[in-house]
């Protein structure tokens, strides 16, 4: 079983639509995680932290459920702009290596 | 201020050559990472210092592949004797020594052996 996994998708959606993807992790020691954003050959650039709270930052809300170890990525009135490919990261206690799932691709059209 | 640089962007080599990828980490962030990304493919972990520390070497595919961090600041990822499944873009990140931060990644560098 891979460390991180994701439905690589695509996901193909209308503009203003919602979509949601999730990620599960292996490792129940993990402790940081993360979501990133990778546009079409470019780098990845973080998106946001997830925290055993959830968090939100506008549009975007992550979740985090460790009893089923996974975490999750709500992006709300989709944008064109918001086309890009959702790498999840996670980190395990003790280890300051960002483990990358193979990410998630989002397609929004008009 | 800066970001990370990796240089060269794109590189062309000849089956069996060696190569020489640079990074130049963020001032002041002491963990540096390799990853590669082939087309189409997640992030596969290389190769990780932090600081004085000795690397973590865990993700080098084979012998042929080497890093060194010379004065705890920038990095040389070598690749000798080259073979085509080594194609990918090389992709370089630097982080401040915590486990709850952001990884700065580097544009990449697209190695194609041919």
């Known amino acids: 079983r891979k460390e991180v996994e994701q439905d690589p998708g695509p996901f193909n959606v209308p503009e203003g639509a919602t979509v949601a993807f999730n990620c599960t992790y292996s490792n129940s020691a993990s402790q940081s995680f993360f979501w990133y954003r990778q546009d079409c050959r470019k780098e990845p650039k973080l998106l946001m932290s997830?925290?055993?709270s959830g968090n939100e930052d506008g549009r975007f809300t992550a979740q985090l459920n460790r009893a089923s170890q996974y975490i999750s990525l709500l992006i709300r009135d989709s944008k064109l702009s918001d086309s890009a490919t959702y790498l999840c990261?996670?980190?395990?206690?003790?280890?300051?290596?960002?483990?990358f799932g193979r990410g998630t691709s989002l397609i929004v059209h008009p | 201020g800066a970001g990370v640089s990796q240089s060269p962007s794109n590189k062309v080599t000849e089956k069996g050559k060696d190569v020489e990828l640079r990074c130049d980490p963020i001032s002041g962030h002491t963990a540096l990472y390799w990853y590669r990304q082939s087309l189409g493919q997640g992030l596969e972990f290389l190769i990780y210092f932090q600081g004085n520390s000795a690397p973590d070497k865990s993700g080098l595919p084979s012998d042929r592949f080497s890093a060194e961090r010379t004065g705890g600041s920038v990095s040389t990822l070598t690749i000798q004797r080259t073979q085509q499944e080594d194609s990918a873009v090389y992709l370089c990140?630097?982080?401040?020594?915590?486990?709850?931060?952001?990884?700065?990644f580097g544009q990449g560098t697209r190695l194609t052996v041919v």
């Open positions: 997830v925290y055993s």
């Open positions: 990261v996670v980190q395990s206690g003790g280890s300051y290596i960002p483990t």
């Open positions: 990140a630097s982080s401040s020594y915590d486990s709850n931060t952001e990884a700065f």
